[in-house]
T-cell receptor, first 113, second 113 residues
Framework: AQSVTQLGSHVSVSEGALVLLRCNYS??????LFWYVQYPNQGLQLLLK??????LVKGINGFEAEFKKSETSFHLTKPSAHMSDAAEYFC???????????FGGGTRLMVKP | NAGVTQTPKFQVLKTGQSMTLQCAQD?????MSWYRQDPGMGLRLIHY???????DQGEVPNGYNVSRSTTEDFPLRLLSAAPSQTSVYFC????????????FGPGTRLTVL
C-alpha cells in the first residue's frame, strides 16, 4: 500500500523567506509524485509532478521539488515567499490502478508580511 | 472547455436523507473519481471509474454509490446521509492509462445535520 506523510500541518514564513514543505512517501513501485495547491474555498490546482526523468522538477509560481529515491522524499521549495503563496499544499502519490491518488494530510502555509 | 464541473456547490441534508452529487467533464477523459476532504486527513478516495460501465471502490466507499453510464458523467449517491459524511467532496478526471495528472472540480461542501 502507498502512503504519504507531510511533516508539519502548519508552516509560517515571512515574506521573502525560503519556503520548504516536506513530503515523504512509501510505495512498493516507482512512484508518480505530485504537489497540489488549494486556495481558500477552491479546488485543487496542480503545482508540479514527477513521473520519470529529471529528479528536480519545476512547477508554476516559482515552486520546485526534488525527488530523492534514497530518502523517499519529494520536498517542495520556493526561494522567496510571496503573500499570494498562502494556501494549503498537498503532496500525493499515484496508484497504478486508475491513476488514483493517495494524499498526505496537507500543510497550510502562512506568509507573514 | 469547462473542465470538471460539480453541482451543487453547497448542500445541507438531514440525517437519513439521500441525494446525488453531480460531476461532469468535457475533456473526454477516460478516468474519473470522487474524493472527500476532511481537516488534517487530506483527500481520500471514495470510488473511481476507468471507463463507462466500470467502477471500483476506493479507500472509503461505505455509504456511497456510483455509476458511470457515459464518459462525461460520474454522479455520487449518498443513500442515507449520516453526520460522518459532512465533508467537502471533489470530483476529478484524468486522461487515461499512463496519464497520471488529475484535474479537479471546484468541490461540493456537504453538511449533514
Amino acid at each position: 500500500a502507498q502512503s504519504v506523510t507531510q511533516l508539519g500541518s502548519h508552516v509560517s514564513v515571512s515574506e521573502g523567506a525560503l519556503v520548504l514543505l516536506r513530503c515523504n512517501y512509501s510505495s512498493s513501485v516507482p512512484p508518480y509524485l505530485f504537489w497540489y495547491v488549494q486556495y481558500p474555498n477552491q479546488g485543487l490546482q496542480l503545482l508540479l509532478k514527477y513521473t520519470t526523468g529529471a529528479t528536480l522538477v519545476k512547477g508554476i509560481n516559482g515552486f520546485e521539488a526534488e525527488f530523492k529515491k534514497s530518502e523517499t522524499s519529494f520536498h517542495l521549495t520556493k526561494p522567496s515567499a510571496h503573500m499570494s503563496d498562502a494556501a494549503e499544499y498537498f503532496c500525493a502519490v499515484s496508484h497504478n490502478a486508475g491513476n488514483m491518488l493517495t494524499f498526505g494530510g496537507g500543510t497550510r502555509l502562512m506568509v507573514k508580511p | 472547455n469547462a473542465g470538471v464541473t460539480q453541482t451543487p456547490k453547497f448542500q445541507v441534508l438531514k440525517t437519513g436523507q439521500s441525494m446525488t452529487l453531480q460531476c461532469a467533464q468535457d475533456m473526454n477523459h477516460e478516468y474519473m473519481s470522487w474524493y472527500r476532504q476532511d481537516p488534517g486527513m487530506g483527500l481520500r478516495l471514495i470510488h473511481y471509474s476507468v471507463g463507462a460501465g466500470i467502477t471500483d471502490q476506493g479507500e472509503v466507499p461505505n455509504g456511497y454509490n456510483v455509476s458511470r453510464s457515459t464518459t462525461e458523467d460520474f454522479p455520487l449517491r449518498l443513500l442515507s446521509a449520516a453526520p460522518s459524511q459532512t465533508s467537502v467532496y471533489f470530483c476529478a478526471s484524468s486522461r487515461g492509462q499512463g496519464y497520471h495528472e488529475q484535474f479537479f472540480g471546484p468541490g461540493t461542501r456537504l453538511t449533514v445535520l
